[in-house]
């Protein structure tokens, strides 16, 4: 049997369904809990649709923004939305990123401060809960060295992507700013310009 390219695409346009299928039955099986862990299928065909995305980027950022998404639920969603604004990104590492709010864009600024001063938000699952965490991490482990996920706009500035909770409790600990040990920063994001 030959396989052609069509076929091809439709197999594998199966397997994202059944994983998109199983990640919603988590959902509703675990109502109120998000899924922590990533499904092995939907991560291996995230990183083949992203190759030059770091492995920490798609199980921390992209995954997460498929699974809280109302409209990037579908296979034709989620490729619509990696090939529209995702598979573009250029990413940078870096260690030792000094962090203080004047790098941050007004819209991440204005976040941030608002949940410094302890806005609990309501569209975030146990807010509370992981500031208090992260709180305590922070006391016993000191600045975590797990990665944040920054974007950088044209004008030099930075949003905010992932790491909400340890980046906010370590402002209100290191107000004037900290040296963040490692920092993922997309280039070039298209929500941006």
Not at 39 to 59: A, C
Not at 67 to 92: A, C, H, L, M, R
Not at 96 to 112: A, H, Q, R, V, W
Request: glycine share 6%; proline share 4%; hydrophobic share 35%.
């Amino acid at each position: 049997m030959v396989v052609n390219k069509k076929m091809w695409r439709d197999v594998k346009k199966n397997l994202v369904e059944n994983e998109i299928k199983k990640m919603q039955s988590l959902i509703s099986y675990k109502v109120g809990q998000p899924i922590t862990e990533t499904r092995q299928g939907m991560f291996n065909w995230l990183k083949e649709k992203l190759p030059n995305t770091p492995e920490y980027v798609i199980r921390d950022w992209v995954y997460k923004m498929i699974k809280q998404s109302d409209d990037v639920n579908t296979y034709e969603g989620i490729t619509e939305w990696i090939d529209e604004w995702v598979k573009d990104i250029e990413w940078e590492f870096q260690k030792d990123f000094p962090i203080s709010m004047d790098i941050f864009t007004d819209k991440t600024k204005k976040e941030l401060e608002s949940r410094i001063q302890g806005e609990v938000r309501q569209d975030v699952d146990k807010d509370t809960e992981r500031h208090e965490t992260q709180k305590e991490l922070l006391k016993i482990k000191g600045i975590s060295e797990e990665p944040i996920i920054l974007f950088k706009t044209k004008d030099g500035k930075y949003e905010l992507g992932e790491g909400w909770h340890r980046t906010t409790q370590t402002f209100i600990q290191y107000p004037d700013g900290f040296i963040q040990p490692n920092v993922y920063i997309g280039l070039n994001a298209k929500w941006l310009d």
